[in-house]
């Protein structure tokens, strides 16, 4: 496998947790108008990336491939999860 090859394998494995992350903190600023404020949209970008790399790598350990549903499934649980951890703490 040559650098290209795993570069495009590396940047697919992280796309599905940098797409997820980046919609979950424009959708919910969109939503929530005042309350996101507090928090940067990319510091909220940022920490729901990593979360999601974080439960696609404990997918991809766990079931032995990448790409199953409940890994998919995991990685929406999580980012939504600590999306509400963040801008809750936040708050108070």
Wanted: charged fraction near 10%.
């Amino acid at each position: 496998m040559s650098a290209l090859d795993l570069l495009i394998h590396l940047l697919n494995f992280a796309a599905p947790a940098f797409f997820v992350a980046l919609l979950l903190a424009m959708l919910f600023r969109l939503a929530m108008h005042g309350r996101s404020a507090a928090v940067s949209l990319w510091k909220q970008v940022g920490i729901n990336f990593a979360a999601g790399l974080v439960v696609l790598a404990a997918g991809l350990v766990f079931f032995g491939r990448d790409g199953r549903i409940a890994t998919y499934a995991a990685l929406v649980l999580v980012c939504g999860s600590v999306q509400w951890w963040l801008l809750r703490g936040w708050r108070n």
